[in-house]
Structures are given as C-alpha cells and as structure tokens.
C-alpha cells in the first residue's frame, strides 16, 4: 500500500513538475542568456510589423519638418515682390499643408529605406545585447543595462538609426535636417505591468536551472519503478505530463492574447508587439509540443506492447508478415546467416538496447523539437523492422534444420 502511494504521489509530481522544467529550461538559456537572446530576436529586424513600428519610430524621433505654411507664405511674398499677380500669391501661400506633407514623405522614405537595410540589422543586434542586462535586472535584479526598464517596459535605443536617417536627409538636399539636436529614442521592445513581481520566480529558476529537467526524470523513473504494474504507470506517467503541458500551452495562448488586448500607450504597433512575443516565446512553444508528442508516443508504444487485443493481433500480424517474407527469401535462396540466428536469441536483449541508446540520444539532442521525435520513432521501427525480419530469417533457418531429410528416392 505504501509502496503504490509512493509511486502515485512521484508521478502525479512528475506530471507537473515537467511544463515547470520547460519553463525553467527556457528561463536559463533563453531568456538569461545573451548570445541565445540575441540569436531568438535577430530575425525580428526583417519583420513586417516591426519594420513598420521601427519606421514610425525613427520618423517621429528625426522630427525633421518643414513649417509649410511660413515658408509658402515667404515664397508668395518674395514672388509678388517681383511681380507675382496677388491671386497667383495667394495660391502659392495655399501650398503650405502640400509641402509638409512632401517633408513628411520624404522623412519616410530615408527611414524605410534605412530599416530594410542591412545596416538595421546590425542596429537591432547591437541594441538588443545592450538592453539584455536590462531584460535581466528585471527578472533576476543583477546586471544593468545602458537601456533600463521603468514600469516593467523594456526599450531599445534605436539613436543609431535615427542618425543615419538624419544623415541621408542632409545628403539627399534637406538642410533642415542638420539642425536636429541628438536623440535618444526609445524603441519599446516589450511591457508587462508584472514584470518586477516575477523577479523571485525568475530568480529560482535561474538556480534550478538545467537540473531540474534531470531531476524530473529520477523522479518520474522512481515512480514507474515503485509500481506494481510498471508498464501502466508509464503510460500514465507520459499521458499525465503530455496533459500538464497542453494545459501550459492553453495557457500561453491565453496568456498572449490578454497581453496584446491590454499594451499600454507606450507600445503604438500591436503587430510588432504580437511578434516580439511570439519570438521570445518560440523555443518554449516548441518544447511544449515536443513534450506532448513524446508523451504521446510513449504511452502508444507502451499500449503497442501489452496484452490488449489488438496489441496482439497487431504484433501476430507483424510476425506473420515477416515468416512469408522469410520463407520467400529461403524460396529465393536467400538466407539471413548468422544474423537471423543471432537475432532470433538476443532480439528482446537488442531492444532494449536500441530503445536505451535513442533515449540517450534524446535525452542529450540539443533543445530537441516535434521533427526530432518523429525522427527517432521512424529510427526505431526500422531497427525494430530489420530486427523482425532477421528474426523470422533465423526461424525459418530452425525450422529447416531440425527438418528430417526426405528419403532417397526407392526407399520406403
């Protein structure tokens, strides 16, 4: 009785304890790491929306607008002292709105051009390291960044950017534009009004780190181990962590959308907002859905070897299939040797080993994903094919020998 207890309360710990891995995973080489965060927010330079935001941004930072109406007005006056008509004056001063308006333009344009540049990219890398420190003084405390983070909003200086647009203005024949003093805008890359509340929790994980996933394991291996009935705690154990993680990925879909339903003033483009989060949420999604793939399989492949029925009738016809394969080949003159014998007496004993050996592999595949499941279960019922039909080589092999030899022909 207390050894079930046991076993129950290690799995069900096992079940949440593994979104919290993720979660923690994620944390440490992600969100604390410098060179991953920048490598997880690189591509965002070369967004749609964010290029957009990025536009408006440096457009409205350069502010470098003409007073339309004034400088109609001085062109109208100028031209009616030469002997302009006074109706011909009165619509040059009619002009002022148009002329902002071609500024405005040309503003945009220099800006869109610098953005979708190859110099924005390494603008955005630059200033996405230099606001990391801030990104983690706000969940950890430690560190500072040149870039801070006020009421839970984190923001980039794009003052490089700004410069090389003021830069292009002049050139292109816009000397107003020299006048503008240096900025110092600010790029907002991501807000939550918890942010500061999430500083112990982040810190926590931080230590935990990368033992937690290793800790989950010898628990949920305790657990099945404990069990009376090994093989069904196992597929519970996979199901129920498969499920702790679906709840987890519910979660962050609605966790998202309140996010963006509720950015505050400061965050002007909720396209860019929406993929600035999905890129920092991208490895963690992925780790979720591997998770629940692989619990599924699991628990599958458990069901495929037990003593249901169709189980059975699955693993007999696999068999049967393999004996006609088998007794073509010896039909064929085509005989599996030594290997079939030697399949036929260690199969069990390679399975495991093969089952073993792609664990390992899974277990030490750097941030494994859906496609790197599917891959090892396709490895492993390929070996498991090749293993059958060898297997069946060596029976058709035994049955053979232990045949008596027809009698010469004569003899009765």
Known sequence: MARNTASAVLIVLTCVLVPVALLATWVHDI?????????????????????????????EAVGARVDGPKAADEMASWLQSQGLPPLAADAVRRLGPQIDAAVDQAVTKVATRVVTSDAFTTVWRDANRAAHNAVVHALTGQGRGAVQVTDGTVTLDIGTAVERVKKELVDAGLKPAANIPQVNKQFVLFHSDQLAK???????????????????????????????????????????????????????????????????????????????????????????????????????????IGPGRLP????????????????????????????????????????????????????????????????????????????????????????????????PPGQS
């Open 198 to 304: 999430y500083r112990k929790a982040a810190h926590l994980l931080d230590i935990v780190g990368n033992w937690l996933p290793v800790l989950v394991a010898v628990l949920g291996t305790a657990g099945v181990l404990l069990a009376h009935r090994r093989r069904r705690a196992l597929a519970r154990t996979a199901l129920g962590a498969a499920f702790a993680c679906l709840v987890v990925a519910v979660a962050l879909i609605v966790a998202r959308g309140y996010y963006l339903d509720h950015l505050p003033a400061q965050v002007q483009s909720k396209s860019a907002a929406a993929a600035v989060f999905d890129a920092l949420v991208r490895f963690l999604r992925v780790s979720l859905r591997t998770a629940i793939v692989l619990g599924v399989v699991i628990a599958l492949g458990v069901y495929l």
């Open 31 to 59: 969100v604390l790491d410098t060179d991953r965060y920048v490598a997880t927010v690189a591509p965002l330079s070369g967004d749609p929306a964010v290029q957009d935001a990025a536009v408006h941004r440096i457009t």
């Open 312 to 407: 059975v009738a699955l693993r007999g016809a696999s068999d049967r299939t393999a004996d006609s394969a088998a007794r073509w080949a010896a039909g064929h003159h085509v005989s599996a040797g030594r290997a079939g014998a030697w399949a036929l007496a260690y199969r069990r004993a390679v399975t495991i080993a093969v089952l073993l050996v792609i664990a390992l592999v899974f277990a030490l595949w750097n941030h494994p994903t859906v496609l790197t499941v599917l891959l090892l279960v396709l490895v492993l019922l390929a070996v498991l094919a090749v293993l059958a039909l060898l297997a069946a080589g060596g029976r058709v092999q035994l049955k053979t020998a232990r045949k008596p030899p027809d009698a």
